[in-house]
T-cell receptor, first 117, second 114 residues
Framework: AQKVTQAQTEISVVEKEDVTLDCVYE???????LFWYKQPPSGELVFLIR??????QNEISGRYSWNFQKSTSSFNFTITASQVVDSAVYFC??????????????FGEGTQLTVNP | KAGVTQTPRYLIKTRGQQVTLSCSPI?????VSWYQQTPGQGLQFLFE???????NKGNFPGRFSGRQFSNSRSEMNVSTLELGDSALYLC?????????????FGSGTQLSVL
């Protein structure tokens, strides 16, 4: 069965610090997709990034960067120069390729990030 | 373009009652998924609908059911409510519901069962 683990339940940093959110996954599939979503206090999850299992290139988007390492089954997320607006719960999620079954995400437990001014 | 709309935003029910939650996807999106979020269990997949057909179902009892209408709007129903059903119920939509698509989530319905 697939599983996503985010061992860090809560992280608190001071503004402008860099912070890395860890994500480790388990799957028996060779083809799968990994996602990161952000959940602000308003409740809706906001998509941040998607990565497929064959693409191990790291990605940078502004202050956000992601490190995908298949060898360690990890997909970590780094925020550089954190800001108060980054405070939210961040979820890592896994989607296995199921040809006829449609979308189904397995989420990690989430990491509550608090950025203090 | 309007986002995913869920109604009502808050709901209070008592044990044994039933409840219906509504979700309107983004215009043009044909797939709707439902997730339950609780402090203890986190985010768990309930089911996914595409073109009025349930394609995928999570590990929830039969008290949880859903449907999708021809305009892609979806409802989920929970019968014989239990205290443990108290949760934030999130609806998400996507174009085709493919496993590699990003999902667009609504703000959820917060259900409290007393």
């Amino acid at each position: 069965a697939q599983k996503v683990t985010q061992a860090q339940t809560e992280i608190s940093v001071v503004e402008k610090e860099d912070v890395t959110l860890d994500c480790v996954y388990e799957t028996r599939d060779t083809t799968y997709y990994l996602f990161w979503y952000k959940q602000p206090p308003s409740g809706e999850l906001v998509f941040l990034i998607r990565r497929n299992s064959f693409d191990e290139q790291n990605e940078i988007s502004g202050r956000y960067s992601w490190n995908f390492q298949k060898s360690t089954s990890s997909f970590n997320f780094t925020i550089t120069a954190s800001q108060v607006v980054d405070s939210a719960v961040y979820f890592c999620a896994l989607s296995e390729v199921q040809e006829t079954s449609g979308s189904r995400l397995t989420f990690g437990e989430g990491t509550q990030l608090t950025v203090n001014p | 373009k309007a986002g995913v709309t869920q109604t009502p935003r808050y709901l209070i029910k008592t044990r044994g009652q039933q409840v219906t939650l509504s979700c309107s996807p983004i215009s043009g999106h044909r797939s709707v998924s439902w997730y339950q979020q609780t402090p203890g269990q986190g985010l768990q997949f309930l089911f996914e609908y595409f073109s009025e057909t349930q394609r995928n179902k999570g590990n929830f009892p039969g008290r949880f059911s859903g449907r999708q209408f021809s305009n892609s709007r979806s409802e989920m129903n929970v019968s014989t409510l239990e205290l443990g059903d108290s949760a934030l119920y999130l609806c998400a939509s996507s174009l085709e519901g493919s496993t590699n698509e990003k999902l667009f989530f609504g703000s959820g319905t917060q259900l409290s069962v007393l």
